[in-house]
């Protein structure tokens, strides 16, 4: 597929310039940011030519610039793929910002397939090249910093081993039996188990508080009985369809990836298998780390942040970094759920390699407390370290400095990334991902970044220009 670096002008393009359309002062700033930079295109086209072995030849794809901004625009109105598509095919003012102009705008489907070749590390140099740029232009000066984490779901039900085992039931007879309508012999010797599991799932599901201490441990004994025979058949079902052959080529591949997903989920089940069996049936408690909450988001992390509204969330941590401008300068998704004092000093160190110095500021809640992080800070010639000290009786100095009017602000100050987070999650989509793999979860988020820093450097900008105007 070619991906030409602009598309070609035509005279129904020019034709269209000439009608006076103006664009929206945010988005026109972004335009013209986009235009002043081309770096950032040159790094989406990178991944759109990726695994093409001629890139220049074939039919015409979307642009890199097309897609670029078409991200860039999807995000900054939070749409999903039907609805941007639409948007813009029947909007002047989009179809100019997007670069489409009298062109045919791609169905929604093609939008997926361009957004899915990026990758995590070109949207964390995007941003880098933002930010940098930011500093260039003198919008932001990285006098200060304030940290938090948040969290971001992934898409999926609240797990429980037997909803887990019934999604391996179902899962799995539903793949069989496409197996079964492409491969030439069929499959005949295949049990469809989907309606026992099914009820057995439902019958623990209602169960009272009473019936879960008798009854719970006979019922999950009989799903997981039927679950083990579901995984065990499959599996003779992939030993017996080895060495299967279709006439037809597009069937034949059909058949090794369908093979290829039954292996898969047969490697889940028999996770999703033991972890009911040592949690249920003997009474184990399993670690965080060796459980599973979904056979489809299998990255998917359990945190516990104190919250009272949530106790439990199901996705990933997201460390974020912001500066007293609004711009991100630092997000990083993490593993697992970490505590929020190991963030200090590698937050310094990403400060002082952006900006080549430590900021004035830094302010974080008191998650973030430890001596080692204060002695930090301190050495890293921070002027105003406004972390809160957690736990512990407070030394008389401490307490002084706590009370003071500079601590109090810095903790003002610091309030600000909840509002930016809930920006990101409310106005950027950021707070469910609905795309699936951890490397789309982590372009979810680098795009929500990229939205929120463009546009307020957008913003910044046009205030600059206000300014210069008056005093003229």
């Not at 015409?60 to 610039?65: D, E, H, R, T």
């Not at 740029?133 to 938090?148: I, P, Q, S, T």
């Not at 610091?414 to 372009?443: D, H, T």
């Amino acid at each position: 597929m070619t991906r030409v670096a602009h598309p070609q002008f035509s005279f129904a393009d020019l034709e269209f310039l000439t009608q006076g359309i103006d664009l929206d002062p945010i988005l026109k700033r972004i335009s013209d940011f986009l235009d002043d930079h081309p770096k950032i295109a040159k790094r989406v086209r990178k991944d759109l030519d990726w695994g093409l072995k001629k890139p220049d030849t074939g039919r015409s794809g979307i642009a890199a610039p097309q897609v670029l901004r078409s991200l860039i625009l999807m995000r900054v109105k939070n749409w999903d793929y039907r609805e941007l598509r639409e948007r813009i095919a029947d909007g002047y003012t989009l179809r100019q910002f997007t670069g489409f102009y009298t062109q045919r705008v791609p169905k929604h489907d093609a939008f997926n397939r361009a957004f899915n070749k990026l990758r995590p590390q070109t949207m964390q140099a995007i941003n880098d090249l933002v930010l940098k740029a930011a500093v260039d232009l003198g919008v932001e000066n990285g006098k200060k910093l304030r940290v938090d984490t948040t969290v971001a779901e992934t898409d999926i039900h609240h797990p429980t081993d037997n909803t887990l085992l019934w999604d391996v039931v179902r899962v799995l007879t539903r793949l069989i039996g496409r197996l079964g309508k492409v491969v030439p012999k069929g499959i005949d010797d295949f049990a469809n188990r989907t309606r026992c599991a099914r009820r057995r799932m439902q019958e623990i599901q209602r169960m009272t508080a009473r019936q879960r201490h008798d009854q719970q441990k006979d019922k999950y004994r009989q799903l997981i009985g039927v679950t083990q025979q579901v995984v065990e058949n499959a599996r003779g079902i992939l030993e017996k369809t080895k060495d299967e052959c279709a006439l037809d080529l597009m069937d034949d591949m059909v058949i090794g990836e369908l093979r290829r997903k039954i292996d898969h989920y047969c490697q889940l089940g028999a996770r999703v298998i033991d972890q009911t069996c040592r949690r249920v049936l003997e009474g184990e408690q399993v670690p965080t780390d060796q459980k599973i909450y979904s056979i489809f988001e299998t990255h998917t992390d359990l945190i516990k942040r104190g919250k009272v509204q949530k106790p439990i969330e199901f996705g990933h941590k997201i460390f974020l970094a912001e500066s007293a401008r609004g711009l991100i300068t630092q997000y990083r998704v993490l593993e697992g759920n970490p505590s929020d004092h190991v963030h200090v000093k590698p937050s310094l160190k990403r400060h002082k390699e952006t900006f080549g110095f430590a900021p004035d500021w830094y302010s974080s809640d008191r998650g973030f407390f430890s001596d080692d992080n204060i002695k930090a800070c301190q050495e890293a010639a921070v002027k105003l370290v406004c972390i809160p000290q957690r736990g512990g009786k407070r030394t008389s100095k401490r307490e002084a400095f706590e009370k003071s009017p500079e601590f109090k602000k810095g903790q003002r100050f610091r309030a600000g990334i909840e509002g930016r987070i809930s920006v990101l999650f409310r106005g950027r989509g950021m707070k469910r991902c609905l795309a699936e793999g951890r490397e789309r979860f982590e372009v979810l988020v680098g795009t929500a970044v990229l939205a929120n820093n463009l546009m307020t450097i957008a913003h910044l900008l046009n205030q600059k220009e206000k300014r210069r105007r008056r005093a003229a």
